[in-house]
Each structure stands twice: as C-alpha cells, then as structure tokens.
C-alpha cells in the first residue's frame, strides 16, 4: 500500500497534465483527453484544475498557446502570424489575431514590431506560476567570475542585434569559446519600465586571460562574489520577467532576505538555435546581503 500523501498525488496528476499540454500545444488538448491523463472524470477534471492552477483549463491552454506564438513572433523574423496562428491551434489567421488582441489589447503584428513584455507578464500572471517559482528559489554563494562584456544602449527591442554582436566576436576571436565559458546577460534596468533611449544591457561571456582589444567596444567586468537567490527560467528570455516579478512580489517579502546592491543578472543555460526559445533555461541571480 502507497504511502505517499494524498496531496502529493494529486499534485502530481497535475503536474503529468501540465507538462503534456506544454509539450503537445499543437495537438488534441481536450477535456477528454487531459482528464484521462490526469485520472479524474471529465465532471470533476474542471473544477479540480481551476482550483490547482487558478484559471479555467480552456483558458488555460489558450493562453499558453498565445504565449508560445508570443515568444515566436517576437524572437523570429522569419516566423509568420500565420505560422504563429497555426503552431498554436488556431484554424484561421483571423480566429488568432482575435485571440491575441483579446488577450493583449494589440494585433500579433504590432506585438512583433514592438513587444510590451510589462503587459504580457500582467497577462500570464497565473497563480500556480507563482506558487511553482516560489518553491524553487535556491540561496547559493556565487563565485567571482571574470567577463568581458558587450553593452547595449537603447530600445529592449534591438537588444538580439547586440547580442548578434557579441556572438561574432567570440566566434572570431575566440576569446570566450562557448562550448566551454559561461555566459551573462546583466540588465542594468528594467525594460518594462526604463525609457527607450536610457534601457543598458551587458551581454558578456566568461573569460580566463587578459582580454586581447580588437576593433569591438568590449571590455573587461567582474561579476562579484556573493549570496543571490537563484531561480530558474524555461522559455524564451524575451518573457523572463514572468518568473523574475513573482520572487519580488511573492518570495522577497517573506523571505527576510535582503537585496544588495548589485544588479541581478542571468547565466544562459541552452544556446540558440539548438534549442528551441521555448525550451531555453535561464538561471537569474538576484543579489543578497
């Protein structure tokens, strides 16, 4: 006889249910078919997976369908609203650009051309995302690591051409090979928040000799030792504010930890394209004293 709690059990039943939904969004994502997964009747699937996750499951799934043609859209030139309308289950261009305007009060072209990530993270403010992230965040004593760094100046939204930048460079000089050196992305403000033309943003990668100057605007930066709270973002970068803003709001206030005067910063865990944006892991490190 099982001895695992019964809370546990049903947690994990729908754990089963979410991972499946992340991982078959083009697919049959049904009542029929999630109750089945999740071993429950159909009549009470509804009610039981609002009270775990916090929205209905049709709400739900819709909107992790906006989310990932979101994710799209904003981080491929080359995919289409149409290609976003059908990855996400819609039958018609139409039928998601309505979706989309419902959910965001913008088309999916005006989104492309300028993402709003501070609406989009009001938008996918789901309970359980905040539940799940408050869980996982870790204490750790980070080392000292030496960076060479790239910064941006100006609007969030061509920030990828600096990171296209910086990418380049490593490959042509070699100096922060990235099959074996870490890389950093420092924000030194909020994007949802800080005017356009003031956003600063340091790409960097690790590096273990003094660097070698080139024609390139990079120099050379500490990230300091230091206790931070790490958590862990999957999916795209672009929507890494849908786990940061949940630590502030949720976890720091009752945590008894306090910020340090530093910026908070990531490590890039998965390189793009072999891993697909939506699959990406990001860790962000956020200062403590």
Request: aromatic share 12%; glycine share 6%; net charge negative.
């Amino acid at each position: 006889m099982s001895c695992t709690p019964p809370n546990a059990i049903y947690a994990k039943r729908f754990e089963a249910v979410l991972t499946h939904i992340q991982a078959n969004l083009e697919g049959d994502l049904s009542v029929n078919t999630l109750s089945e997964i999740a071993n429950f009747s159909t009549f009470h699937f509804h009610r039981q997976f609002t009270a775990y996750v916090g929205v209905p499951v049709a709400r739900y799934v819709q909107l992790m369908r906006l989310r990932r043609a979101g994710q799209r859209l904003a981080g491929d030139d080359s995919h289409s609203v149409l290609d976003a309308a059908l990855d996400a289950g819609f039958e018609s261009p139409e039928a998601f650009s309505r979706a989309f305007r419902r959910a965001f009060g913008m088309s999916p072209s005006t989104f492309r051309q300028a993402p709003s990530w501070q609406l989009w993270n009001a938008v996918f403010a789901i309970p359980h995302f905040s539940r799940s992230i408050v869980m996982q965040v870790r204490i750790v004593d980070f080392v000292e690591v030496k960076v060479v760094a790239l910064e941006h100046h100006g609007a969030p939204a061509l920030l990828d051409q600096t990171v296209g930048r910086f990418i380049d460079w490593r490959k042509r000089t070699g100096q922060s090979p990235v099959e074996s050196s870490r890389t950093f992305g420092i924000p030194y403000g909020n994007p949802d928040t800080t005017p356009a033309q003031d956003f600063r943003f340091a790409i960097c990668g690790e590096i273990n000799q003094p660097l070698v100057p080139d024609d390139e605007a990079v120099r050379e930066l500490i990230i300091p030792a230091g206790r931070c709270a790490v958590v862990r973002h999957v999916g795209s970068p672009h929507a890494i504010g849908e786990t940061i803003y949940p630590v502030y709001r949720d976890w720091l206030p009752g945590s008894g930890e306090e910020l340090r005067d530093h910026p908070l910063y990531f490590e890039y865990l998965s390189v793009y394209p072999q891993t697909p944006l939506e699959q990406w892991q990001t860790d962000i490190y956020i200062p403590l004293r």
